[in-house]
């Protein structure tokens, strides 16, 4: 089931930036937390910044000066706005969605969008 899909990954220099997207699917309601995981080979997949339908935003304390999430309530899409990337930025960048107001345990996942970052 693909519920969430996400565009935007690719590979770029150190000190570059990148704008990810995710669209949720039209027959899924009641959507409430979105954000963005990211897994990087050998290492547990993390949460980068999540957003509620009020706008409350959180961020890992490893992104939360460079990257930026917004929300477009009429479309369901998420994006993630990254700055300043860094090598170690490089992982798998996974959108997630939810129906509780903050994500903890997601119920709806893209399959995912690699981010390279290359110095």
């Known amino acids: 089931q693909v519920q969430l899909v996400e565009s935007g990954g690719g590979l770029v220099q150190a000190g570059g930036s990148l704008r990810l997207s995710c669209a949720a699917s039209?027959?899924?309601?009641?959507?409430?937390?979105m954000g963005w995981y990211r897994q990087a080979p050998g290492q547990q997949r993390e949460l980068v910044a999540g957003?509620?339908?009020?706008?409350?935003?959180n961020y890992a304390d490893s992104v939360k000066d460079r990257f930026t999430i917004s929300r477009d309530k009429n479309k369901n899409t998420v994006y993630l706005q990254m700055n300043s990337l860094k090598p170690e930025d490089t992982a798998v960048y996974y959108c997630?969605?939810?129906?509780?107001?903050?994500?903890?345990?997601?119920?709806?996942w893209g399959q995912g969008t690699q981010v390279t970052v290359s110095s």
């Open positions: 957003i509620t339908t009020s706008g409350h935003t």
């Open positions: 997630a969605a939810d129906r509780a107001g903050v994500l903890v345990a997601p119920r709806y």
């Open positions: 039209r027959f899924i309601f009641n959507i409430n937390a």
